[in-house]
């Protein structure tokens, strides 16, 4: 039997590229893992189209994506902010493609209040990088200062987002699109299906961690919280995110039968 490949959706006005070595970290951790990294429309390889103002939507577009592509259901989906937002709800409205959700530093309502979503001290910064983010510089180190909380240590990846914003621009209507489908998601009062993981990072500065604990209590799932990364928790320790999901999927090395 084919293992179902693991799909990798990003966050908010991000594409593919910011997963920068993650997918390979992941490859190490589960070597028979096919990994695919679609982009979201407005991003990235489809930044010319214009975003879906819902998450609806954006499953809609993501299913259509795998269905062009030749990938057949069911589907892993390893998915972070905006992008486990989509992952939630393909889990609900097409349980039977998805075989497990891993959803890193997310939020849903009706779970959290926006306050706790969102953190008010980024709402100016993401404004400005919406409608006048100035260098795509200036744009990409105000993003890494919101989202890792190991910002010396990304000076390389740094350049690799410059690069990506100046190749592929997100637009500002897309931008907002994809702000007003994050703030209109309100996701399933249970589990959508019975195999889902939380990872969040206790000291994420841009969504406050009770997001997920909130999500873990109302879905009876299980939480694992990384005591000091940021937003950007597969950028800033990513050997830790494939292992917590090793762990979960496949059971200790040491397990009977592992």
Known sequence: MTTPPWIFLRGLTREAAHWGGFPAVFQRAMPTARIVTPDLPGNG????????????????ACRAELARQGIAPPVHLLAMSLGAMVAAEWARVAPAEVAACVLIN??????????????????????????APGSAQDAERAILRMTSNRVQAHEPVLQDWVAARVQRPVSAANALRQLVAAARFSAAPAAPIPKVLLLAS?????????CSRAIASAWHCPLVMHPSAGHDLPLDDPAWVADQVRRWWQ???????A
């Open 106 to 131: 997310t939020s849903f309502r009706p779970f959290s209040p926006l306050r706790q979503r969102l953190l008010a001290h980024n709402t100016p910064t993401l404004l400005r990088l919406a409608f």
């Open 45 to 60: 390889q489809r930044h010319r189209e214009a975003s879906p103002a819902t998450v609806a939507g954006m499953v809609a």
């Open 251 to 257: 059971g200790p090395p040491d397990a009977p039968g």
């Open 202 to 210: 206790e000291h994420d500065h841009l969504v406050d961690s009770r």
